[in-house]
């Protein structure tokens, strides 16, 4: 009897200490994992290097002055976790504005003249016509397209303060314009300024750039609500309006230019919303168009085709050589209604609970978006098809029931 309870406790202590075990490790790996928030001593600390940095003209930008001289850009909140972008909302002449980085100190980015011990920078090894020259071939490269721009037309589009004609950057200019283009959402904002579908962009300091505050919304991106409230909330003409801006979006990604641009990561926070429910991509950095989307595709060696997958953007395999294609098998609209459009994890799907009347026939046309029939395997079909032009109208006819 003695045996037996002995061997029981042994037995419940090792169940025990196990467990213990596991929940610690657990929670270690946690710590990990999880990235820490940012601080307000960090973000104090960006603003005070990159201002240290402007008053020693090491960095340039038409908002240096507003942030480190007249402070006329006004901190409110850090944004960011870890080692990823650097976001920091702030407020410039009453209006919220976002600031991103992709990196916090401007030595994290390659830089084209390094600084000496008195303070200033090392003599160039280039001539300026040398450095225009090389900045649009890197752009070029960066973008993956043939640029028509001249140089000097070039670097005055990606450049956030005027060029006056026979003028130069200085060194800490180039520096500054030369970290800004090494950031794809920088370049895609600047270059196609005024595009619709983007927000505006205001401006830069150094490596740091400001954008259009635009957030995606309790109707988009419902994270913060409870499960009831998120199939409760938001009344169906408002998610209605938000879906059609949507789809109007994306058919502008492969009408604006004459390359697609594709969107590797198309999730509701990556977009946000105006008040007048006009929908903008505000996350664009896994985007490219279809030359660089190719060489990315092509990975070096699959088994199926979700080897080959970048992100969002599926590829294909080829079973025989067992290597992957360098096409994309879905597109831009295939990725919303599957990630946003309909019901997914704990999302609960943007045109969720639609009216009775059209019901039936939105869940049959996000059914063939998601699964269009094809006669070949892997053709790529543009956004804008049949299901497309159907479900465009049918959200727009839904707007007139009441």
């Known amino acids: 009897m003695w045996r037996r309870l002995s061997l029981r406790r042994i037995c419940l202590g090792f169940i025990l200490i196990t467990a213990v075990a596991i929940l610690y490790a657990a929670f ?14 960090q973000t104090t600390r960006i603003f005070d290097n990159l201002c240290n940095l402007y008053q020693s003209q090491a960095v340039g930008g038409n908002l240096c002055e507003v942030i480190c001289t007249s402070k006329s850009i006004i901190y409110e909140d850090c944004l960011f976790k870890g080692k990823g972008k650097k976001v920091i909302a702030a407020t410039y002449n009453s209006k919220k504005i976002i600031l991103k980085s992709r990196n916090e100190r401007l030595e994290e980015f390659e830089l084209l003249f390094s600084a000496n011990d008195k303070g200033g920078f090392a003599p160039p090894e280039m001539d300026y016509d040398s450095f225009k020259s090389m900045f649009k071939s890197h752009m070029e490269a960066l973008m993956g397209i043939k640029l028509v721009d001249s140089e000097d037309v070039l670097l005055s589009k990606m450049w956030t303060s005027p060029i006056l004609q026979n003028d130069e950057l200085t060194p800490g200019e180039m520096n500054s314009v030369w970290t800004l283009v090494q950031q794809s959402e920088f370049n895609y904002l600047k270059y196609f300024h005024g595009a619709q579908f983007l927000p505006d962009i205001y401006g830069s300091c150094g490596h740091f750039y400001a954008v259009e505050y635009i957030p995606s919304g309790k109707i988009l991106d419902p994270s913060l609500l409870s499960l009831s409230e998120q199939w ?95 096409v994309r098998t879905n597109n831009n609209f295939q990725s919303v209604c599957s990630d946003i459009f309909l019901h997914h994890h704990t999302y609960p799907g943007l045109l969720r609970n639609p009216p009775a009347e059209i019901a039936t026939e939105i869940t049959e046309l996000l059914d063939k978006c998601v699964n269009p029939s094809r006669e070949e395997k892997y053709i790529q079909t543009p956004s804008i098809t049949k299901t497309f032009q159907r479900l465009h109208s049918l959200l727009k006819e839904s707007l007139q029931i009441r």
């Open 232 to 326: 409760d909330s938001a009344p169906w003409p408002n998610r209605a309006k938000i879906g059609l801006s949507l789809m109007d979006l994306i058919a502008s990604t492969e009408t604006f230019y004459s390359e697609i641009l594709h969107l590797c990561d198309v999730k509701p926070d990556n977009f946000g919303v105006t008040e007048d429910f006009q929908v903008k991509a505000i996350d664009i950095d896994i985007s490219f168009f279809t030359p660089q989307m190719r060489d990315y595709l092509q990975q070096p060696d699959c088994t199926a085709d979700e080897d080959c997958d970048f992100f969002d953007c599926h590829g294909a395999c080829n079973k025989s050589t067992q290597k992957c294609l360098d």
């Open 28 to 41: 270690k790996a946690s710590s990990i994992i999880i990235p820490k928030a940012c601080t307000d001593d």
